[in-house]
């Protein structure tokens, strides 16, 4: 069972920046698709940013360019860089990825980003 694992998040103050790691068990190039989600307390789960596996990439409205998605297909990394980032960008912002020949998705557990003011 391949496993997504995100790292670096943490608390930053308005107009920071972070860098998201996405870690996979296995292959990057096995995801046909993947992305970043994330998840306000009280709020739906909302798309951050999409890759696919030859490069096209999608970005959520309120993104407005301030965020870059990228991956390592000879590796197992996947990237999320944010920056001018604003208090309404706090949330659990979690990995995610569609395998080629599969119908599920993969999870990673979440990594907590936090903006203050």
């Known amino acids: 069972q391949v496993q997504l694992v995100e790292s670096g998040g943490g608390s930053v103050q308005t107009g920071g920046s972070l860098t998201l790691t996405c870690t996979a068990s296995?292959?990057?190039?096995?995801?046909?698709?993947m992305a970043w989600y994330r998840q306000a307390p009280g709020k739906q789960r909302e798309l951050v940013a999409g890759?696919?596996?030859?490069?096209?990439?999608n970005y959520g409205r309120f993104v407005a360019g301030r965020f870059i998605i990228s991956r390592d297909n000879a590796g197992n990394t996947m990237w999320l860089q944010m920056n001018g980032l604003k208090p309404e960008d706090t949330a659990i912002y979690y990995c995610?990825?569609?395998?080629?020949?599969?119908?599920?998705?993969?999870w990673g557990p979440g990594t907590q980003v936090t903006v203050s003011t």
């Open positions: 995610s990825g569609n395998r080629v020949g599969a119908v599920d998705t993969v």
């Open positions: 296995g292959s990057i190039a096995d995801f046909r698709y």
């Open positions: 890759i696919a596996e030859w490069g096209t990439t």
